[in-house]
């Protein structure tokens, strides 16, 4: 008898666990942005909307593998990651699935989402031209000046696999068509007064010792350099100018944080309501601001605001990873390492 009541006891628990489950509305986000202020969006989220977060960080690649790998039965629902580049990485293997929303397409410009919806962009940062105050060269305006022999022995670079310089060559190569863009990778290769090594932060750094003259670097990096307390962040800084590149013509280089619902999504109307909260004000500046960043909606808050106004390239970030393959191989023939 007691084994029987038991056992009904049981049955109940697990039906009304069950039953909890399937009302409890959920949402899987895969991300491979870590800022402790995209988590206060996702509890913020949940507050508004009773929409459970459940987050899996990692490595961009390392996430698109483990959706490939989990199929049909992934939980996955959005996946977050930076850089056109590898949202197009993304589409190329098919994960995302394309999301109709009025809220998302009047918001987000056209040329900073899939032409087909299948990611969006949600905030934007440049890829601008950095050089030392004081150097007593002519200040290079575009990217093409970089190729210039003038700055011979005084650019430093990030190395050419990086997804940075794989989207700014392919935007080269749709700008310059792809012999030019080569040429051009030719001429900044011969200025390298040193071979490509470290990140952005390295090449800012590298800079404000003297070491080069000129590099090119993400906003968010400069941003994050501008807000440091540290001494040493400090002296960087100072020793910097940023200047906006192609401002005559077609405008600076820029990229996306960005995300897309993933094709077999189990909470596909929760991920397209997160997507549609994060391009609202609010959202918008956190989510910008948690990694430096400009919004797509709104103007730029914290010290990246300092930097001003400027004029950016309209191409469609998809072509960023339309011309993948090209840059590299522009890169490789250039001797861009
Ligand atoms: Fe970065």
Redesign the pocket.
Known sequence: MARLCQAILLFIVLVAQVGTTAIAAELNIYSARHYDTDLSLYEDFTQQTGIEVNLIEGGSDGLIERILAEGELSPADLLVT??AGRLWRASEVGIFQPVSSEILTSRIPGNLRHPENLWFGLSK?ARVIVYRDGEGFEVPGRYEDLANAAYQGRVCMRSSSNI?NLSLMAAMIDALGEDAAIEWARGVVNNFARPPQG??TAQLRAVASGECGITVA?T??IGRLMSSDKPTDKETVAALKVVFPNQAGRGAHVNISGAGVVRHAPNRDEAVRFLEYLTGGKAQRVFAEG?NEYPIVGDPSGPIAELGNFAEDKVNAVVYGERQAQAVRAFDIAGWR
């Open positions: 930076v850089d940062r940075y990140n952005d993400n968010y990096y990694n």
